[in-house]
């Protein structure tokens, strides 16, 4: 019986291996192990058997049934893996071939350059405040203590208007400074305010443009001296450059609205051709600043007396140009998709001091 | 404000190197552009005396001479008439490089003479515009000897960027001063002791103002001087006044000069015969005009300032003298005239006339009113010792203005305003140093100002003075104290939403673009017009003469300038302002967006399409939603402005008046006028339309339901009149059951076939979400006949089956 038993499973595993697709090996299956199948037979004859044999034979059948099926299910799993891979070798393609079109789409240098501004001076407890492009010339020069006939005033290159208000000329804003005006006209202090904006000056060459953008800042509270003013944008300079010691140096100027006044030269080298900014033997003015001017104050309404602050403004386009190595100013605003496309920034590079400014 | 370094040290006792000077000159605030060697490239050049000087035998116009460099005799080959023996001139020998044309000398053979080196004309030393002829050296100078220091021109020249708050600073003197102050050397008394007039001027002043106007000119000083002699002015002057780029032209006009920019003092010099009677100073009459120094002649006005004789205008005070009575080198008897004028004055008179002048330049900065006696002392005493002459006594009309009230300083603001630690001895001699005099009174210093110094008016400038002199660098720097424990968002709910519709454009593709405000009025007209208060008074070019009613057409505008350059198929945006008026409420932020030509580049796996409304449509909505715009209320109507295609364009309303957005095809006869290619498809979203942002008092959103149960979808086509809305089908069969029915697509729009001429087939995908039990297949038909019944209704459509 036994030996029986061996001949059939020898020979139902060599047909087992035997079989190439999975159909034959269903074949097998069905020979062997099916309602008429080769073992089944067997199994349905064990019932005429006397017990004691038919333990006996009962075990030795269960254990080639188990044997076999086993054999042919490992063999189904071969023969499925290997119908598989052909399938796939099948779909193989060419993986070099580019990807489907997808959008570029980039958000242009100044854009990001003012976000990165606000994102440092936002740490810093300031918020952002905006006023009109179209201002008139009391919020743009007289009430920033520039009379009509101040030659600070001849310097602007104002572009004006028709129109008056409240008997005062019309004009495009030249600094984003009236919006100092508006604030403190509508707001009480403590005051902290950054001022992104368009401004606008009648020149244009290489390094003019009719319109540009500036940054003002503002602050005004009772305790604020020259030396926050210095702190606040020497940590400003170093940020937005992301150079930890970057030198900052503070040289007396003028501007009629601020008393005293600064400008903030950085530190920068030109050694070898190159131009880099951090240490090195020369210095580059970035922007214009000040303790604010009682009469700005006073002209706002505010006590003069009590309070007092800083004013800074900075340009926008020549921080940019500065950072991203861009050299000419009149590109920013010509639209062609190349520079967009090259000094532009991907839509999810949001800058934040935490999530950082730089790429 | 050009300062050669030698004129500096006639008012200031240094021994400080130029850089030193110039770094801390800096560093008060007189901002230093440039050190001016003028020596460079000079540096082999050297004094040569011609020794003989005869005709080229092959040119007519050239001289061959023989030339004494000091070194050695050589012969050099001479273009200029005044070249003759005897003259000494500047020689450059062959490799040396020419400054005023930066070419190499090369030894050479002219005419078939050989020349080996060059004698130079002052153009191409560098010098000026001068090439009539060769430089003549003075007789004296030494044979040999470096060129660059007979000429003067070892003396650095340093270039200072006076702020218009330092008049002052527009002398030499005053900037000596200030370095002084600083502690950079000891400033030189100066020598304005009275010249005794010995004879009354035959040549008297009145000033003829109304008292409204008396500030037009306070003060005149003024002195004839008889039997001069107005040559050329010696070496010393000539050399000072063209190492700042002044010409010289006589002693007399020299002289002026010389105290103009020495020490801030203007002068004019009428020649005395040529004046009819005597001099007023008066406003000028209507129809008045000038022929003035600079051979122009200029139409005056009420409004300007002039000197008269019994002819009419003889200078136009504080800007320019006449022709006709200035002096010349034969003028024997002359007037000199110190005066005070109108800042304000001066500046609109010399813009109104397009006039600038070393004269008007300081006088609308604010000249000394002090300072007009003793400048004509020492302007007296220079005639008399390069002209000779008798001086008369001095004439004078008005009076010196009173001095300014004098301002207290808190000491202690130099510290809780200025930021700097400066001891109260240190502020004290900072200001005195600077011309300031100080009463103490308890802790507050009364400061009584300077003459000179007309822009300080308050405490405020006062600690300027001593912290600019202390040094900016000194001020120790703080951090800004925080206000709250952690910083607010710096920008307001309204303000973050402006940032958030670019980003969101950019992530779909579009590159963000940042153009001018203003527009050709021409475009503007294509976009609904910019009223006459948006139109620029003094527009840089008719091209950019209006404030932009519109976006658009700038980015259009873009899109053809980026198919010229070969990217046909653009996608721009820009969030940005544009105008209907002139007042603030007028200006908008608008994103606007425009994609052009096709969705993008041949591609091997999806084949791109012409830009259509869609594409528009698609980046309207995406924005609205991103910016939180209540999608359930936002209503698409089929009208747009007339810069659309009027059948493929729309408008996104919120209730029935609120437009949050336009957007669609460009019309084609809008980019037939500004000559771009289409199709282009656009879109405008009015930011400041969407509804504000409302603090909410929880940041939680709704309670989420999710439903175990499977969803079961039902697809409907209808065949409907070709003028039904899609959303209105969408509308009713949403209608027709709320609780079930979850979503509505329209998956198929078909017309032409056996759909019927004036009909269109529309084929929606309806997916049902049952909350509280398996569906069964009756219900699902009830819910489904209820679609039908809805749109039937709705819409006059019917089933198609």
């Known amino acids: 019986m036994q030996d029986d038993l061996d001949t059939i499973k020898t020979r139902i595993l060599a047909a087992t291996a035997a079989a190439n697709s999975l159909e034959s090996l269903e074949r097998v299956r069905v020979e062997a192990l099916g309602r008429k199948g080769r073992i089944t037979a067997l199994m349905k004859g064990l019932g005429a058997m006397d017990p004691e044999t038919r333990k006996s034979a009962g075990a030795a059948l269960n254990v080639l049934k188990d044997d076999v099926a086993a054999a042919i299910e490992a063999r189904q799993e071969d023969l499925a893996g290997a119908t598989l891979d052909a399938r796939l070798m099948e779909e193989k393609v060419d993986v070099t071939l580019p990807v489907r079109a997808e959008g570029r789409g980039r958000v242009h240098p100044i854009t990001q350059t003012i976000d990165e501004v606000i994102a440092i001076f936002g740490e810093m407890g300031f918020t952002v405040a905006e006023g009109p492009d179209i201002e008139d010339d009391w919020h743009n020069f007289t009430a920033l203590n520039i009379p009509p006939e101040h030659p600070a005033r001849q310097e602007h290159d104002t572009f004006y208007l028709p129109g008056m208000a409240g008997g005062h000329r019309r004009v495009l804003r030249t600094h984003t400074s009236p919006v100092q005006i508006r604030t403190m006209g509508e707001q009480k202090p403590p005051l902290r305010i950054i001022v992104p904006g368009r401004t606008y000056r009648c020149d244009y060459d290489a390094t003019h443009s009719p319109m540009f953008h500036q940054v003002e800042g503002l602050v005004v509270d009772e305790t604020t001296h020259m030396g926050h003013l210095k702190g606040c944008l020497i940590e400003f300079c170093r940020a937005y450059f992301g150079v930890e010691d970057l030198p900052v140096r503070f040289r007396p100027s003028y501007f009629p609205f601020t008393e005293p006044s600064a400008e903030v030269d950085i530190g920068c080298t030109r050694a070898g051709g190159a131009f880099r900014i951090g240490h090195g033997d020369d210095w580059l003015e970035i922007l214009g600043c000040g303790m604010v001017h009682p009469k700005v104050l006073e002209n706002c309404g505010i006590d003069a007396a009590r309070y007092q602050g800083f004013a800074f403004g900075l340009g926008v386009e020549r921080i940019a140009m500065l950072k991203y190595g861009i050299g000419d100013l009149r590109t920013f605003f010509e639209s062609d998709l190349r520079w967009l496309r090259h000094y532009g920034f991907p839509a999810l590079h949001i800058p934040s001091m935490v999530g950082g400014l730089n790429p | ?801």
């Open chain 2, 1 to 801: 404000m050009k300062v050669p370094l030698s004129w500096l040290k006639d008012h200031l006792d240094t021994d400080a190197p130029v850089d030193e000077i110039a770094r801390r000159l800096t560093m008060v605030g007189l901002e230093v552009e440039e050190v001016i060697d003028r020596s460079h490239g000079l540096a082999g050049f050297v004094v040569a005396r011609v020794l003989t000087a005869e005709p080229h035998p092959n040119a007519d116009r050239l001289t061959v001479c023989r030339v004494d460099t000091g070194s050695a005799t050589t012969q050099v080959v001479c273009g200029a008439a005044n070249a003759r023996a005897g003259m000494l001139g500047v020689f450059a020998a062959a490799g040396a490089v020419i400054p005023g044309t930066g070419m190499r000398l090369k030894k050479a053979s002219i005419r078939g003479v050989e020349s080996n080196g060059m004698l130079l004309s002052a153009r191409e030393v560098g010098l000026s515009d001068e090439h009539e002829g060769i430089i003549e050296l003075p007789g004296d100078a030494p044979v040999g000897a470096p060129a660059a220091g007979v000429m003067g021109l070892s003396d650095p020249v340093i270039d200072i960027a006076v702020t218009p708050n330092r008049g002052d600073c527009l002398g030499i003197r005053g900037i000596a001063r200030d370095l002084s102050a600083a502690g950079l050397g000891t400033l030189k008394p100066v020598d304005a002791d009275p010249v005794p007039g010995t004879f009354r001027s035959p040549i008297a002043v009145d000033l003829q103002f109304d008292a409204e106007c008396a500030d037009a000119c306070p003060y005149f000083v003024g002195r004839a001087i008889r039997g001069v002699k107005n040559a050329e002015s010696p070496g010393w002057l000539r050399d000072k006044l063209g190492a700042v780029g002044l010409r010289p032209i006589s002693a007399l006009v020299d002289i002026t000069n010389y105290l103009t920019i020495g020490l801030c003092r203007p002068l004019h010099v009428f020649d005395a015969d040529k004046v009819g009677g005597d001099l007023h100073v008066r406003l000028a009459r209507a129809g008045e005009s000038l022929p003035a120094l600079n051979g122009k002649v200029y139409e005056l006005d009420a409004g300007m300032t002039v000197i008269a004789d019994d002819h009419g205008a003889e200078a136009l005070g504080g800007v320019i003298g006449g022709e006709r009575t200035g002096c010349t080198a034969d003028s024997v008897n002359i007037f000199v005239e110190s005066a005070l004028f109108d800042p304000v004055r001066t500046a609109a008179t010399g813009r109104k006339l397009n006039l600038m002048s070393d004269a008007r330049y300081r006088f609308e900065r604010g000249i000394d009113p002090a300072f007009l006696v003793d400048g004509m002392e020492i302007a007296t005493r220079l005639i008399l010792d390069l002209c000779g002459g008798e001086p008369s006594q001095l004439v004078i009309a008005g009076a010196e203005p009173p001095p300014r009230r004098p301002i207290a300083l808190r000491p202690g603001r130099v510290g809780t305003f200025g930021g700097a630690d400066v001891p109260a001895h240190e502020v004290e001699r900072i200001l005195t140093a600077l011309g300031f005099t100080i009463d103490k009174d308890g802790e507050t210093l009364t400061v009584g100002v300077p003459s000179w110094r007309s822009d300080i008016v308050g405490e405020a400038c006062l600690i300027e003075e001593v912290v600019r002199i202390h040094g900016y660098d000194r001020i120790p720097a703080l951090p800004l104290e925080r206000t709250t424990p952690l910083p607010h968002p710096a920008r307001a709910p309204e303000q973050r939403r402006r940032a958030a519709a670019g980003r969101v454009l950019a992530g779909r593709g579009l590159v963000e673009a940042v153009t001018l405000s203003f527009i050709a009025s021409g475009d503007a007209a294509l976009f609904g017009g910019a009223p006459e208060s948006t139109h620029l008074v003094n527009p840089i070019s008719s091209e950019l003469d209006v404030m932009r009613p519109s976006v658009l057409p700038n980015l259009i505008a873009a899109c053809g300038s980026n198919a010229d350059r070969g990217a046909a198929d653009a996608a721009l945006f820009e969030v940005g302002p544009q105008y209907a008026g002139d007042e603030p409420q007028d200006q908008a932020t608008v994103a606007a967006g425009v994609r052009a030509g096709r969705t993008g580049p041949r591609n091997w796996a999806d084949s791109p399409r012409p830009v259509d409304v869609f594409d528009a449509k698609g980046d309207v909505l995406a924005v609205l939603a991103a910016l939180g715009a209540p999608s359930e209320s936002l209503r698409v109507s089929a009208d747009a402005p007339p810069w659309y295609h009027p059948g493929r364009s729309g408008t996104v309303r919120l209730g029935p008046k609120t437009v949050l957005a336009c957007f669609g095809e460009i019309h084609p006869g809008v980019l037939g006028k500004m000559d771009v290619k289409g199709p282009i498809a656009g879109f405008e979203v009015f930011l400041d339309h969407l509804p504000k942002l409302r603090a909410r008092k929880s940041a939680a959103k709704p309670h989420l339901e999710l439903s175990p149960l499977q969803p079961v979808e039902r697809d409907f086509a209808f065949v409907v009149d070709e003028d039904v809305a899609a959303d209105a089908v969408l509308a009713a069969a949403r209608g027709a059951d709320k609780s079930l029915i979850a979503e509505v697509r329209v998956f198929d729009v078909f017309s032409g076939g056996n759909v019927g001429a004036g009909k269109k087939s529309l084929a929606i995908n309806v997916t049902l979400q049952p909350t509280e039990k398996t569906l069964t297949d009756a219900e699902i038909d009830a819910v489904a006949r209820k679609v039908v019944a809805s749109v039937e209704k709705a819409t006059g459509g019917t089933l198609r089956t």
